[in-house]
C-alpha cells in the first residue's frame, strides 16, 4: 500500500513539471513570437500602400489559409480513391500523413496572419513608455483593412462553399433516386433476404 501512494505522488510530481514545462515553452515562444511581429510591423506597414495594403494582404492570407485547410480536412479528401462504400475506411499511410501537413500548414498559415495583425497592436496591459507596447504608425488601418478582407472574401468563399455542397447532394439524391428505382440502389440488409 504505502508504495503505491509514492508511485503516485511521483507520478503527480512528474506530471506537474511536465506541465509547468510545457507553459514556459508556450510563454517563450509566445513571446518571442511577439518580439517578432513588433521588430516586423514597423517594415511591413511602410510599404506602399501602408497599413491598408498590409491589412489586406494578411487578410487575404488568412482567408487562403482557411481554404486550403478545409480543402485538406475535407471528409472527400480523408477517404480512400476507389468508390466502393463497403471499403471506405479512409487514407493510410503518406496520403494520410501528407494530407496532416498541408492542413497544418494552411490553418498555420491562417491563424498567423490573425495573431500578426492582433501582435502588431498596443498591448493592454503594458507601460506606457515600453517599447514593446508603443503604437506602430499604420497597425489600426492594418487591423480595419484585414477585418474586412477577411470578413469579405471570407463570407463569399463559405456562400460559394455552401451552395456547391447543396448542389453536389441534390445530385447525389437525384443518383441514389434513380438506381433505386432500377432496383441497385437498395440497403445491405434488403439484399441479403
Do not use: H, Q
Request: net charge positive.
Amino acid at each position: 500500500m504505502n508504495r503505491s501512494r509514492a508511485r503516485a505522488g511521483w507520478g503527480v510530481a512528474a506530471g506537474v513539471l511536465i506541465l509547468a514545462a510545457l507553459l514556459a515553452v508556450l510563454l517563450f515562444a509566445m513571446g518571442l513570437w511577439r518580439w517578432f511581429v513588433r521588430a516586423t510591423a514597423p517594415a511591413l506597414v511602410d510599404l506602399p500602400g501602408g497599413g491598408w495594403t498590409a491589412g489586406a494582404v494578411l487578410g487575404l492570407l488568412s482567408v487562403a489559409g482557411w481554404v486550403g485547410g478545409a480543402w485538406f480536412s475535407s471528409p472527400e479528401r480523408n477517404r480512400n480513391p476507389d468508390r466502393n462504400p463497403d471499403r471506405n475506411r479512409g487514407r493510410v499511410g503518406p496520403a494520410r500523413v501528407g494530407l496532416a501537413i498541408g492542413g497544418a500548414a494552411c490553418w498555420t498559415v491562417a491563424f498567423g496572419a490573425l495573431m500578426y495583425v492582433l501582435g502588431a497592436l498596443p498591448g493592454r496591459n503594458c507601460r506606457s513608455g515600453a517599447t514593446m507596447c508603443a503604437y506602430i504608425p499604420g497597425t489600426g488601418s492594418a487591423f480595419l483593412a484585414y477585418a474586412a478582407t477577411a470578413a469579405l472574401l471570407g463570407g463569399l468563399w463559405y456562400r460559394r462553399r455552401g451552395t456547391v455542397t447543396a448542389a453536389r447532394r441534390a445530385e447525389e439524391r437525384a443518383r441514389m433516386r434513380r438506381l433505386r428505382k432500377k432496383g441497385k440502389g437498395r440497403s445491405r440488409a434488403a439484399r441479403s433476404s
